[in-house]
């Protein structure tokens, strides 16, 4: 009774910009919020996301990433990047309108049939401490609107922390840091919450081509630019 009373004496803010939130909202984030945040630039490359007018870049044409394709929705910086980390944090009701962000930019690609959804898996203890793993709560949704199949597909296996390394030690680091459950489907969608140098998602690709993957495409909710 006491929290029904707060509730109606103390309107709710957006999570972002803590005005008042309208009750019609997403996750609880303002429209106006939503539009703000920071959307990769167009045109981009294909394979690795960063702003390009030609696609493969060529970078990519010089030393392609693994996967077949890429895509990510928001720059991870400003709005984007405390969207992410509420995401992360607590704030699991934001993996709906998210995942909905993620289908829309999955629907610009041709897929030949359906593709199995599947996610970046987080260390055991950390997934035991939250509660929940984001990125399966996006694959999850993302499956859920697209009629995909989902499948749990990866483990992580001991690794250290990426955070405050360089991109040369993160990808050494990460390079054996994931393994397969089992056999692969043949077409396989890889959801992460945010791709920063690529090798956590360059791990994941390899691992799932190992246990039989042919073609594997990569959606992250937000990617940090190279600039």
Do not use: I
């Not at 006491?2 to 939130?21: E, H, K």
């Not at 509420?86 to 030949?112: H, T």
Request: proline letters at 8%; one cysteine or more.
């Amino acid at each position: 009774m006491v929290a029904s009373l707060l509730q109606a004496l103390l309107p709710a803010r957006c999570l972002l910009c803590r005005d008042s939130l309208p009750v019609a909202s997403r996750g609880g984030v303002c429209s106006a919020c939503w539009q703000a945040l920071p959307r990769l630039p167009e045109p981009a490359c294909e394979r690795c996301g960063e702003p390009s007018e030609v696609s493969p870049c060529l970078s990519c044409q010089t030393s392609p990433p693994p996967w077949r394709r890429f895509a990510a929705v928001f720059a991870y910086e400003k709005g984007a990047r405390e969207l992410v980390l509420l995401l992360k944090n607590g704030r699991d009701e934001l993996a709906s309108p998210c995942a909905v962000e993620l289908w829309q930019k999955a629907r610009s690609f041709s897929w030949p049939e359906k593709p199995t959804v599947t996610f970046v898996p987080m260390r055991p203890w950390r997934r035991l401490t939250r509660g929940y793993n984001q990125a399966e709560l996006l694959a999850s949704e993302l499956a859920r609107l697209a009629s995909w199949p989902k499948q749990k597909l990866l483990r992580r296996v001991a690794a250290g922390t990426q955070k405050g390394q360089s991109r040369t030690s993160r990808h050494q680091q990460v390079a054996h840091a994931f393994e397969p459950t089992g056999p692969a489907p043949e077409r396989v969608v890889l959801v992460d919450d945010v791709v920063t140098t690529g090798a956590t998602a360059a791990a994941c690709t390899r691992a799932l081509q190992r246990a039989g993957a042919k073609e594997v495409w990569v959606l992250a909710l937000a990617k940090t630019l190279k600039r």
